[in-house]
């Protein structure tokens, strides 16, 4: 394990590690051999999926979060078997093999069938790296135009090319570089998805929106992956580094052999509150937990390297505040989520007129709520998500010592 960053405390992390980890025995015993997605904020309920889309690895890392927690063999088990379901995946044409594929194995240190499956996806991978677009392209496993670059193509990618040995590290370098060319601004704003004409080149799509701050969290995650991984870093640090501040990290410090540190000469983007709205451009609009939770673990990477401390304070903030204001049945604080629910519950009836429903269920423990899955169609506006629960269980492992946030 690594060493943690100074001023972390066990205290009311180890708490919400112990809820989200209990939640998970909760959701196993519902779900059985699907896969979780979103959950009912008001009753816990899951919506399922059977073959897990782009979001299944992230139940099977939870699975194995557990089991390096607890050290349960039939825990280990149960995340053995989930990832086992995940094997149709490592073939499917999409660049979400990253996020499947990688946190669904990364944690799963000495797994007879984790480990040849997360080789078999690594090279599947580089063999659809398309080295004239210089990337792996979005892909056709869920319908539309394959030939697109997304900022939720890069995370997970990125590690999981760079395992497959040295060509695997050369395309990983160059689909991070060819995202970030891409998707962030030099002022740090986003454009988060390109379609590319054989004809005329990439051009911007207005969905996902410049505004999405999942986007910006997985681009932030990407970076810190590519920066933090086994072998080193996987492109020029300076750059990774510049690009991790206009995309909201704290700027790094100097340090004792850098008399003259790099800088990114252009500002940062403005301070973003610690859980963001889940577009930038309606403020008011639905939070997104997850892309905190994203955050986050990213900033915990960051934070591993030298002139980083400021990355581990505000990693450390934003998982208090998701732990104590959005997460049930910690009682760490007033804000709690389940209390935040009932409050939004009460200012809806007031404005209808409508009185508030007496004796309404009570959201299990362990639920972190106010993830917004999709702002624009409004799908899952204030649930709980499994890739919340994920990143926020890795961060919360990560404060507290059981895991190196570099591992996943």
Known sequence: MGERPS???DGWAGGALEAVLGRVAVTLAEVGPRFPLSADPGTGTWTTTRRGSWTGGFWAGLLWLRARYTGDPAHRTAAEACTA?????????TATRGLILWYGTALATGSAPSDPLRARAAHACLTAFDPELGLVPWGSAFGGPRLLARADGAPGLVPLLASAGPRGREAAAAHLHRHLELCVGNDGRLAPAWRHDPATGWHPLAEPAPGWSRGRAWLLLA??????????????????RATATRLGAPEPEPTADEAHPARTPHSPPPATPLVPPADESHPDGPLDTSAAAITAVALLKLATQPGQEACARRAEAVLHRLATAHLTGTGTASGTASEAASEAASETASETGEAPTIGAPVPPPGMLLHGCHDAATGTAVQHELIWG????????????????????
Do not use: I, K, Q, Y
């Open 389 to 408: 629960d994920f990143f926020l269980a890795l961060g919360l492992a990560a404060l507290t010592g059981v895991v190196d946030p570099r591992e996943a």
């Open 7 to 9: 001023g972390m405390a």
């Open 223 to 240: 970076v810190a992956d590519a920066l933090t991984g086994p072998g080193g870093a996987v492109a020029c640090p300076d750059h990774l």
């Open 85 to 93: 379901r995940l094997a149709d995946w490592a073939d499917a044409d």
